[in-house]
DNA sequence: AAACAATCGTTGACTTTTTCAATGATCCGT
DNA sequence: ACGGATCATTGAAAAAGTCAACGATTGTTT
């Protein structure tokens, strides 16, 4: 993800109209995001996507790999690896898919409840100091368009 | 960049809490994003990354390596390679930096002007697809925000 | 019901990207 | 003028991403 530089002050090249690119934007905010999310959840062993990957188990959504991948926007063959550590962690476990036996659901484990607990409390501070700039209503504001124009 | 799968239903694990994490959305929107530019691009040989560095060398602010790496959140090695490619086919040129003769300042050469016009043409297109669920004015909004939340 | 194509998870190979330390040239503060 | 810092660059190592193939299983077609 480049250099860790959270950016504090507003740098001179956001003058230029590509600044207004939203992929642009995009591109930088997760990186900036990402190095607050990797450090605060390398305290639990974690990395953003082990994370997401946890939190699905946790979900009771009883997700199947192929759903990870699809979700997260992975290769099937990164999911593996992901859950692989996970489980050999014994954070989740895999369960063979009810209608679909060819499927594996990934569930949580009790320990990996309690560790996803935890995560979560230091992620949300994260995501608090990544948007410290915007208030309440605009922290919202943002979540609802991102979810609007990913899914409508 | 995980498989190049443009969403275009709203997936049954949106449901979970993680349907709100900021860092997951922005991951998400800049994947879906990233495949749509990269393929437009392409069309011109370029990449999002070597299109942010030519639109910047075209942007008339003179950015050294330095800058551009900073601003692109990328590694001084990676801004070397990009500018190499893009020199390499003369769409950009190094320059001695005015103050300090250890930076190089990147500018465009008409053909690279000419280039960044047609891709620029491209990407607005894709930009447009890719929020097409959004209105004119959450569009606008929403490039706010992530502007916003960068630089307050 | 038998054959067929498609899908799921997995593996392994391969490419690309990222990360990092080292280097020469240049700048800045003392 | 000296010493420490910064710039672009190189090259090596690590990590991430891509892709094709496979066995097992599913759904579909005949």
Not at 13 to 37: C, E, F, P, Q, Y
Not at 92 to 112: F, L, M, N, P
């Amino acid at each position: 993800m480049g250099p860790q530089s959270t950016d504090v002050e507003k740098p001179r090249l956001a003058a230029a109209k590509i600044g207004n690119d939203v992929g642009l934007l995009l591109a930088k905010l997760h990186a900036t995001g990402s190095v607050l999310n990797n450090r605060a959840l390398s305290d639990y062993g974690l990395r953003e996507r082990s994370f997401s990957v946890l939190t699905l188990a946790c979900s009771g959504l009883e997700p199947t790999q192929r759903e990870l991948a699809d979700f997260l926007s992975l290769d099937p063959s990164q999911v593996v690896s992901l859950v692989d550590d996970l489980e050999h962690r014994g954070l989740v476990e895999r369960a063979q898919g009810k209608q679909d036996r060819r499927a594996k659901i990934i569930v949580s484990t009790a320990e990996g409840r309690r560790i996803h607990a935890k995560a979560r409390i230091a992620l949300d501070a994260c995501e608090e100091t990544q948007l410290a700039r915007l208030t309440e209503g605009e922290n919202a504001e943002l979540r609802a368009l991102l979810k609007k124009a990913l899914w409508g």
